[in-house]
């Protein structure tokens, strides 16, 4: 499992891959210049930090709360723990952070929840337990149902209404299946809504628009959308293998890599052309070793001809003939459909948005984008290759850029 937290981002900007999530844990040192509870001599017991957020009492939508507090001078870690009732014996989550923030893994229960945290030294020393502060997590009442199978328009209608009339729920049907092509690239396009969750219960949604995104949040509060599945047909890019290439012209020569990938020279490759990637030929999703990390082509520029033994053939042409040392015969070569395409999430100027258990097979743009916001979380999100192919999304895994509260990314 991967966390990766970071508590202050103003001007940085990151970007992580989808791919190498490992067994391992990693947490950024917080940067942020928070007020400190010292300590007034080193032998004696740490203070309880100072609870911030969520304020006592508070009562909330969305089940992927962040919590925040005070920072203790020359705490190695904190003990986190949230409960059903206020004498801890019904624990919900427990963990350890070596930040002052904290989310958890999963989802938590609705109901009222008991929380606290103390801070541990780093002679393993536990400090006393901050005050309890309490926080409710309702389901909002409003609740408006996606039928198994509705087309773009009655699926763009929903959303909107649940939109207009927050705290609201937007529920795909359990398991369901549809084929969408939404009307304006983003399948969940909205601007300034508060407090509106998407669930998708399993469901998946087949883009027939190769460059479409999921959701797309402008200016947007406690926004949680979990438990979807995105593919895409036709795929976002195609794959072909290399036959020869010319360094000379920086010409090179392809076969499809299967049947069912879009020709290089049809849509929507050719009018969403961008750059490519040079793959291992026997590890699916794997650069080739030694190779660049992107190969430029002349735009669109795919001839076709057939060999003589009837194999249909596309020849592209590199910016840098140089490059066509790398081209060796059997590597496999992907081209990005990338110009105008959609991420996956992406969210600006928005707080405390959470992708939760979100799959996705493919993606023309990057996958999780977060501008100008604050508290972005992905939770055991995952991109996948699709079934008998080589290659996944076409970008980042997560791009984060000027965010006040860094991201929480955890179980990916």
Known sequence: MMRLTLTLMTSLSLSLSMAGCG????????????????????????????????????????????????RVEAADNYEVQIAADARF???????????????????????????????????????????????????????????????????????????????????????????????????????????????????????????????????????????????????PYTVGVVRCADSTTGEFTLAMDTPQMVPFDEEPIVNHWTWGVLLDPDVPGKMLDGSPLVISTVEGEAARSTSADGETLYTLRLKSPTQAKYFVPGAKYIQFAR???RSLVASTGSTDVTCLNVTNYGISGGHYLCTEGSDFKVLGCTSLIPEGQWFGGNADGIHVRSNKLGPWVEGC
């Open 339 to 341: 110009n105008g395409g």
């Open 23 to 70: 067994s391992h844990s990693r947490a950024a040192t917080p940067t942020e210049a928070s007020s400190t509870a010292g300590l007034s001599a080193s032998n004696r017991e740490a203070p309880g930090p100072v609870l911030l957020a969520p304020q006592n009492a508070a009562v909330q939508y969305r089940t992927t709360p962040s919590f925040t507090w005070e």
């Open 89 to 235: 014996s019904q624990l919900v989550d427990t963990d350890a952070v070596s930040v002052p923030r904290y989310v958890a893994a999963g989802a938590l229960p609705t109901g009222t929840l008991y929380w606290r945290v103390r801070a541990v030294m780093p002679d393993g020393t536990s400090g006393r337990y901050s005050d309890v502060s309490t926080l409710t997590l309702q389901q909002p009442q409003a609740v408006f149902d996606i039928p198994d199978g509705s087309g773009i328009e009655e699926v763009e209608r929903i959303i909107a209404e649940a939109a207009a009339h927050t705290p609201a729920v937007v529920r795909f049907a359990p398991g369901g299946s549809y084929r969408l092509a939404p009307t304006q690239k983003d399948l969940i396009k909205v601007d300034s809504v508060s407090n509106l969750i998407v669930e998708g219960q399993g469901a998946t949604v087949t883009f027939t628009d190769a460059t479409a995104g999921l959701a797309r949040l402008n200016n947007c509060t406690s926004i949680l959308i979990r438990d979807l599945i995105v593919r895409f047909d036709p795929l």
